[in-house]
């Protein structure tokens, strides 16, 4: 009774582990990864503050809707996420994603993330993560190198100081190029000066030599100080604009277009709505959902197919396991809850996965640190945030999706594989007309390459006295007509007819509609008197057809066998070999060993 006990007790913690992935780490936890994690989380913060208020610019919300989904995915994934480095937020691409589907409106924005939570939580429970699978890198690359392109130039006009552009893209660009003489001179000077600013601070961190043993004192300082610079570089660029920006408003003018007024507090814990009252009546459920229409696929896939990219990269570098399962539960817990604090659809961020990681950070407790940040910014620092120049963080926003935009990927797709080229073109062209239809235009695409050679696999021909016939890959049901017309073409329309052997070597196997086409096939060569033997089945494709109890059907264990039976079929041919006179001298349905 006691062992039974003991069993269960280690049964329930074991469970418990797989879901709570932080009682693995948690009884490990030292003093030096406090020091790392808190150094790594405070980093962090400094960076999504900032980038939380651009985020929310590119999805046509309030900047405070950006802090509201800042938090929540800090403190979910430190009790769910199996990753250490990873970090969920608001990024670029979600941003975009949420400006199609929730039309500018904060109420549509937070419903969005609770069934997207929703729908992540369904595919966790059910071990559907092998979807995502499905989408192919070139329809990836495609749609993330669009998407840097729309964001990117959608924030020029921000940058530029213009007013009412269209938010499609064609449109955007001609328009954006048609009223550039409109251009407000302060906003433009401020938007290309914090550009150069975040680029060379990059710059700086890219080009920083390793660190020498042998460095004086002084020299460890000021690297200390350049790669503190670089790493906060964007809440640096946002903060020396305010302060630019409160100097002209102390003095009584105002030559920035400023982000205004922000709701100062935490956001109010509530349900997320699913309903709208307009003064023209109530939206109701339905209609909202209906109204988003393809919006509820593509942004839970997407969500799960940018953290699950940053994260098994991540975890490949830094030599540890991570469960998809786990991460798509930690996803869809992170959107769920996160709706009840108004947080639109979140989700990882490979920036700050990548400044996570190079911080040093131990074990994802660094996210209570950022989290806790976001929550101070939002009781504290809400007031400040009406003196933030937009083109500041229209250049926060450029500099941060500029790397998205992959330009090697096409010269090494030539190289490598160019029919690859056909779905990254049509993603990337068509994202910029919608982004469902270039995301699906994509997937289908790269769907048809991949099913085209099962419907049409190679077969390889051999002539001697017997015909050789062998697929050079797997035989599907789709491929069995292709197979058949092969045969008619090579034996049976020709005026010599002969003996046909089918090397089934490669064939693992087989369906319904294979064993029909394969019974027909059979039926044709009886109705001419002729053998049409089977070579290399393996065991589970020859018990089908075994089961099947297809007539005429035998099978040789080798060619060499089968080439030796057809020799002896033909010295004998004057005993009758499937003819009118005698039976032949192989069974009609048999195995020869």
Avoid at 276 to 292: C, H, L
Avoid at 318 to 334: K, R, S, V
Avoid at 457 to 485: M, N, T, W
Wanted: with cysteine; charged share 15%.
């Amino acid at each position: 009774m006691a062992e039974g006990r003991q069993e269960w007790r280690e049964w329930c913690f074991g469970a418990a582990k797989k879901r709570l992935p932080v009682l693995k780490w948690l009884p490990k936890y030292s003093l030096q990864h406090l020091q790392l994690d808190f150094l790594a989380g405070l980093t962090v913060g400094l960076t999504v503050i900032p980038q939380a208020l651009a985020y929310a610019a590119v999805a046509g919300l309030p900047v405070q809707y950006g802090l509201y989904s800042s938090f929540m995915g800090c403190f979910v994934y430190c009790l769910l996420g199996t990753s250490k480095d990873v970090t969920l937020g608001p990024t670029a691409i979600m941003s975009l994603l949420v400006s199609s589907y929730a039309f500018h409106d904060p109420t549509y924005a937070v419903l969005l993330a609770f069934l997207s939570g929703c729908i992540q939580l369904a595919m966790g429970l059910l071990h559907l993560g092998f979807l995502l699978d499905f989408i192919s890198h070139p329809v990836i690359k495609g749609f993330t190198s669009a998407a840097a392109v729309t964001i990117g130039f959608g924030q020029v006009k921000t940058l530029l100081g213009l007013q009412n552009i269209p938010q499609e893209f064609v449109l955007q660009v001609y328009y954006t190029f048609c009223r550039i003489g409109e251009t407000r001179i302060w906003d433009a000077m401020l938007g290309v000066f914090c550009l150069i600013f975040l680029v060379g601070l990059q710059q700086m961190k890219k080009g920083m030599p390793v660190i020498h043993p042998m460095e004086t004192f002084p020299i460890r300082i000021s690297r200390l100080i350049v790669w503190i610079a670089a790493t906060a570089r964007n809440a640096l660029v946002v903060l020396f604009a305010g302060l630019v920006a409160y100097s002209f408003q102390v003095t009584g003018s105002q030559p920035f277009t400023l982000t205004g007024n922000t709701p100062q507090g935490l956001p109010p814990a509530q349900p997320p709505p699913f309903s709208k009252v307009t003064p023209n009546g109530t939206i109701s459920f339905q209609e909202m959902t209906k109204a988003m229409g393809a919006g509820l696929a593509v942004v839970p896939l997407m969500g799960l197919l940018e953290t699950m990219a940053i994260a098994k990269s991540f975890a490949s570098q830094h030599n540890y396991q991570i469960d998809p399962n786990q991460e798509l539960l930690a996803m869809g817990f992170t959107n769920l809850l996160g709706s009840f604090f108004s947080s639109y659809p979140v989700t990882g961020s490979f920036g700050r996965t990548a400044l996570n990681a190079q911080t040093g950070v131990c074990t994802p407790a660094g996210g209570l640190v950022t989290g806790a940040l976001v929550l101070l910014s939002l009781a504290y620092l809400t007031s400040l945030f009406y003196y933030i120049p937009k083109a500041a963080l229209a250049a926060v926003i450029i500099c941060a999706v500029a790397p998205m935009f992959d330009a090697k990927i096409f010269r090494t797709l030539w190289q490598v594989k160019r029919l690859d080229l056909l779905p990254l073109c049509v993603t990337f062209l068509l994202c910029f007309w919608e982004v469902q239809y270039g995301i699906i235009a994509g997937v289908l695409v790269s769907l048809i390459l991949l099913l085209y050679p099962l419907a049409r696999p190679q077969i390889k021909v051999l002539e001697h006295e017997a015909l050789f016939i062998q697929p050079a890959s797997g035989l599907y049901f789709p491929a069995i007509e292709f197979l058949r017309d092969t045969v008619h073409k090579q034996t049976l329309s020709e005026p010599r007819l002969r003996r046909v052997i089918l090397d089934c070597t490669h064939v693992s196997s087989i369906d319904y509609t294979v064993v029909l086409g394969l019974s027909e096939l059979l039926r044709e060569f009886q109705h001419r008197r002729l053998p049409l033997a089977f070579v290399g089945l393996q065991a589970q494709v020859l018990k089908v057809l075994v089961a099947a109890d297809l007539e005429g059907f035998y099978h040789f264990p080798s060619m060499k066998f089968a080439e030796k039976s057809l020799e002896e079929e033909l010295c004998n041919a004057s005993e009758g070999f499937f003819n009118d006179d005698s039976e032949s001298i192989l069974p009609t349905s048999g195995i020869i060993q």
